[in-house]
């Protein structure tokens, strides 16, 4: 049984429809396109208004329920969501700006945002009566997926690159995921998603990896940040929503979620969304900058940067992160490894919030338009801060020297405070 409010879904790249019934994963054209969901917006608007909002008590992701593409008793829950949104007060004064808040997706039960996806991803699984969910991934994305397998019972396995570090793959072992190094024998194919793929066609494993064209239900989950942002906002719609990006699928989200408001009445206009990419891995930045289309996009033969969350080579939701952008008046903002690191320290040191790089790169972009000129002092601002420092702790020891060894005595404290 399906969430009664599902309509249809539709896919991007040839248009073909499916019916909720028939619970579609990918387009059977093979054509990489995302099954774009589509809910009854008119009954959803009847249901989901301000006032029942008001009332309701469940809060995180399933607050949301009736956008989302799972009948809520399927439900594998950690607690996701409902993460503070801070009033930066240090930090904006530091930055000579107004009203800043940080959006800190560290809270969540694996510490990055993609538990609010994983938490559809495999709730959707177990409606399927899915045994086994494969993903693509070394990163947060996996780490999630396995901490929820782990949750519902369902076999997780993830295929790795060949090259990944192993203080990577702790925590998808610790959460009992098989994990595998796949070799790199061809260049420019992903081994990893082929892989994935191949174990889809003939074992029938159920995809989850954190990118629309292989599950477009996890894709749902993330939009859920949005409509927390705007309720714990008092429903006023900030001026910025800066969004760290790699494949493109969590500003595709947040981009869905306007449109559901929109759709319902809920909001009236658009946050302007801030695609912020590493400049060692910015394919999207640089379309927006040169007025590409999505389909002229080619992977980042080489990326690097120290926001490893942000080198997917390829961004699989790069038409609708386009998109979000261009439609809601947003820009697109490249930032290099040195503002991130500064950022990382900023976030810490004035407001107590530890991020990864990935998760610090919202406020570098900020911190850039705020120079530029492109954000005023005036204008308020949510950074989305999406990953925790306490998963890669390696490289934040990095930053400092050796800490001080002292005599055990007064003096000496005072001597070097
Ligand atoms: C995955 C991830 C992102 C980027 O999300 P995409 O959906 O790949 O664009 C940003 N920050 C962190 C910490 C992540 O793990
Ligand atoms: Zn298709």
Known sequence: ????????????????????????????????????????????????????????????????????????????????????LIKAERLAEKLRTKKLYLK?????????????AMTIGVSKAVEMRADTVVTASSGNAAAALAAYAARSGLRCVAFVPEDVAAGKVSQLLLYGARVFRVKQVEEGVDPTVQLMILTHEKLNWYTCPSFGPFNPYQVEGPKTMLYEIVEQLGWRIPDFIFVPTGSGCLITGLWKACMDLKNIGLMDEYPRLVLVQPTGNMPLVDALKRGLSFSEIRPTPYPHSVASGLLDPYPWDGDLALE??????GAGVAVSD????????????????????????????????????????????????????????????????????????????????
């Open 1 to 84: 049984m399906n969430n009664e409010f599902l309509e249809r879904l539709i896919c991007s790249k040839c248009g073909r429809e499916y019916s909720p019934e028939s619970n579609p994963l990918m387009c059977i054209n093979k054509d990489k396109g995302r099954l774009d969901i589509v809910y009854n917006y008119s009954a959803v608007s009847q249901r989901l208004t301000r006032d029942e909002l008001g009332r309701r008590e469940t809060r995180g992701v399933w607050r949301y329920w009736e956008l989302l593409p799972v009948s809520k008793e399927y439900a594998v829950s950690l607690g996701e969501g409902n993460t503070p």
């Open 338 to 417: 040195e503002e991130i690191m500064n950022a990382v320290k900023m976030l810490a040191g004035l407001e107590g919030v530890f991020a990864e790089p990935s998760g610090a790169a919202g406020l570098a972009a900020l911190l850039r338009l705020l120079d530029e000129g492109v954000v005023s002092p005036s204008d308020e601002s949510v950074v989305l801060v999406t990953g925790s420092g306490l998963k890669e702790p390696e490289k934040i020891v990095r930053l400092y020297p050796e800490t001080p060894l002292i005599e055990p005595s007064l003096e000496e404290v005072l001597k070097r405070i």
């Open 324 to 329: 979000a952008v261009r439609k809601t008046g």
């Open 104 to 116: 800190d997706e560290t809270r969540n039960p694996s510490s990055s945002f993609k538990d609010r």
